[in-house]
T-cell receptor, first 116, second 115 residues
């Protein structure tokens, strides 16, 4: 089973709202990722968690706050977003790479976010 | 720095025709290469990957890719395209950084299939 699930599928929020995106995997992976994808563009890495610790933050604005409460779950807390933050947010997971970046990332279906 | 180039933004083929999507990479060390496919509004599905060994790799849905070090290429091929193959295709290179595993994606190739 290579399934990564994400909820909700769609989210509409105002600029003053607080919302959260959720990602779950049960493959025993210990690395989890958040990507942002704008229309007609490739995914852009936002955050990487390795063994439930934040290991990469790609200079993402603080209005995006990731959280990894356990090895199966990854959240992305959203607050005071801007309309330009509207995008598809993808979660992925992999085994923790032990050398050379060879671990395969498996992606969820994404959450389509619209900020009004 | 590593980079991935997909020269073709759009490709249109007839159903049943063969397909080749181009991917060129720039990376100093041995690359770990992936092809993903994305249907509209969906996540990315892994088609195939190359880590080492045999330079011709087989993937799902009848796709294959060939790694050519001398040309820094990892082109994706399919002998006979089906209408359901219409989607966006991304080539990616995986590297290990101090913080973890990072994928660098190409800009993607949009495939249209004419019936």
């Amino acid at each position: 089973d290579t399934e990564v699930t994400q909820t909700p599928k769609h989210l509409v929020m105002g600029m003053t709202n607080k919302k959260s995106l959720k990602c779950e995997q049960h493959m025993g992976h210990r690395a989890m990722y958040w990507y942002k994808q704008k229309a007609k563009k490739p995914p852009e890495l936002m955050f990487v968690y390795s063994y439930e610790k934040l290991s990469i933050n790609e200079s993402v604005p603080s209005r995006f706050s990731p959280e990894c409460p356990n090895s199966s779950l990854l959240n992305l807390h959203l607050h005071a977003l801007q309309p330009e933050d509207s995008a598809l947010y993808l979660c992925a997971s992999s085994q923790v790479p032990i050398g050379g970046g060879r671990e395969t990332q498996y992606f969820g279906p994404g959450t389509r976010l619209l900020v009004l | 720095a590593q980079s991935v180039t997909q020269p073709d933004i759009h490709i249109t083929v007839s159903e049943g025709a063969s397909l080749e999507l181009r991917c060129n990479y720039s990376y100093g060390a041995t690359p770990y290469l992936f092809w993903y496919v994305q249907s509209p509004g969906q996540g990315l599905q892994l088609l195939l990957k190359y880590f080492s060994g045999d330079t011709l790799v087989q993937g799902i849905k009848g796709f294959e890719a060939e790694f050519k070090r001398s040309q820094s290429s990892f082109n994706l091929r399919k002998p006979s395209v089906h209408w359901s193959d219409a989607a966006e295709y991304f080539c990616a290179v995986g590297i290990l950084t101090g913080g973890g595993n990072k994928l660098t994606f190409g800009t993607g190739t949009q495939l249209k299939v004419e019936l």
